[in-house]
């Protein structure tokens, strides 16, 4: 079983719809972040969040650290939302502090 | 504005040959992250450094692949000889660790890590 779940794998949209996209893990951890990947394949660094919720325009990411579980929600979804979104959590156990542990990233496509 | 700087953006070249991919973080940043990406295996942890001592290198095949830090600028990543196998996206990430409070909790990044465009490697 992976340390770092996200579903779904793949989601199709309407421009305007209202997404969230789902992280699970398993293991200790000291921050979860949320990265997007475009299409020309750079990744960027959209939150990193150890508790409780933080919103950028119109994207929110929350964390639920007892249930081990964070969402990335998109109101207002566009076309230019279309990438990959990948959860990741920072290890805080052994050697590994400060690492991140990667899930296999959820593909957004939204249709105009 | 601040980026980290990864070169070269593609690199061709044949089984069996050197390469080495270079990585300049941001300044101020003491921790350093190399990644590999492949469709099959999402992103994987090769090597990371946090104030240029290599942290943990277990994802990485000690036997053909190398990573330093020369000084605070610079970090490569060598891989000799090269395999088809190695084919992948490398992405160098760098980020500011700070101690915890916490005594027990140690260390961890204390604002978003940043992505370099990373290297398109394809060994034929």
Redesign the interface.
């Known amino acids: 079983k992976n340390e770092v779940e996200q579903s779904p794998q793949n989601l199709t949209a309407q421009e305007g719809e209202f997404i969230t996209i789902n992280c699970s893990y398993s293991v200790g951890i000291s921050a979860l972040h949320w990265l997007q990947q475009h299409p020309g394949g750079g990744i960027v660094s959209l939150f990193m969040l150890s508790s409780g919720k933080k919103k950028h325009g119109r994207l929110i990411a929350t964390i639920n650290i007892q249930e081990k579980h964070s969402s990335l929600h998109i109101t207002a979804s566009h076309p230019r939302d279309s990438a990959v979104y990948i959860c990741a959590v920072e290890s805080n156990y052994g050697g590994s502090q400060g690492n991140l542990i990667f899930g296999k990233g959820t593909k957004l496509s939204v249709k105009p | 504005d601040a980026r980290v700087t990864q070169t070269p953006r593609h690199k061709v070249t044949e089984m069996g040959q050197e390469v080495t991919m270079r990585c300049q973080p941001i300044l101020g940043h003491n921790?350093v992250?190399w990644y590999r990406q492949t469709m099959m295996q999402?992103?994987?942890?090769l090597a990371?450094f946090?104030n240029r001592a290599p942290?943990?290198d277990s994802g990485m095949p000690k036997d053909r692949f190398s990573a330093e830090m020369p000084d605070a600028t610079l970090a490569t990543l060598k891989i000799q000889p090269s395999e088809p196998r190695d084919s992948a996206?490398y992405?160098c990430?760098s980020g500011l660790?700070t101690p915890?409070t916490s005594r027990d909790?140690?260390?961890?990044?204390n604002?978003?890590?940043?992505?370099g465009?990373?290297t398109?490697l394809s060994v034929l």
Do not use: I, P
């Open positions: 921790t992250f999402g992103l994987e942890l990371y946090r942290l943990d996206v992405f990430a660790s915890f909790r140690g260390f961890g990044l604002e978003k890590l940043f992505f465009s990373g398109q």
